[in-house]
């Protein structure tokens, strides 16, 4: 999920335990996602947060995060 509110770009990735046992890693997708976001994230495998002060980035960054989850899937 992206949002943006105030000038601010939050992204949030979250997977079902089940992805993750097939090999997915939430902090993984979003370390690939988060240039448009550079700062302030937390991450572990089945949940990454991040907000930054780009909000121009946050469609680049859904469409990065899919990709990766495509890639990890196929």
Known sequence: MVSVDDGRAYLVINFDQSLVERGLDASQAHSRAR????????????????????????????????KAVAAALA
């Not at 302030?40 to 960054?61: I, Q, S, V, Y």
Request: without cysteine.
């Open 35 to 66: 240039q448009a976001h550079r700062r302030g994230w937390r991450r572990k495998p089945t949940l990454a947060e991040a907000g930054g002060k780009n909000p121009e980035g946050a469609r680049d960054a859904l469409d990065a995060g899919k």
